[in-house]
């Protein structure tokens, strides 16, 4: 499976248990949306693998889920910190205004005077509103992902036109 195909879910951050079970950091809106998946590809760039899920559940502070191909905890803790991922194609539809954070990274930024300021190079999560992280000459720049910044993305030419300073 190649990178441009998958799209990141989360990742692995450790063993659970002595079966195999693995604790999951899950990147999605709800956290057990993840379980709808029936195979998940993990690994790291372009070298990734496919296992099968079989069950999970949700833990204070991460997921637990046992796959068909992992059954013990050597096997398990040998997968901490490698990426969680699914095919784009069986990912529903957005919803009408909303938007995947993969189709948003890499997207050109202009701001309303028409200044390019960057790319979208990841995106933050803060409780308030996400947050695009564009990537400029001199670093990063943080934009909140809020109606009053950010006006048409425009997916079919990779573009988010915002109202943001060049200087901000």
Not at 57 to 84: C, F, H, T, W, Y
Request: with cysteine; charged share 25%; hydrophobic share 40%.
């Amino acid at each position: 499976m190649r990178n441009e195909d998958l799209v990141i879910m989360g990742f692995v951050r450790g063993a659970f248990g002595v079966r195999g079970g693995l604790k999951v950091h899950a990147d999605t809106q709800y956290a057990d949306s993840l379980f709808d998946y029936p195979v998940w590809w993990i690994g790291k760039e372009n070298d990734w693998k496919a296992y099968t899920f079989v069950d999970g559940a949700v833990q204070p502070k991460n997921l637990v889920a046992q796959l068909k191909e992992v059954s013990d905890r050597d096997q398990a803790e040998a997968m901490r910190g490698l990426k969680i991922a699914v095919p784009k194609a069986e990912l529903p539809p957005a919803e009408e205004g909303e938007y995947y954070w993969s189709d948003l990274i890499g997207m050109d930024v202009i701001n309303t005077e028409g200044v390019c300021l960057g790319k979208v190079v990841d995106l933050m999560e803060t409780g308030a509103s996400d947050v695009l992280v564009v990537g400029t000459e001199h670093g990063q720049t943080l934009i909140p992902f809020v109606d009053a910044y950010v006006g048409d993305v425009d997916t079919q030419n990779k573009r988010i036109s915002v109202d943001w300073g060049a200087d901000y």
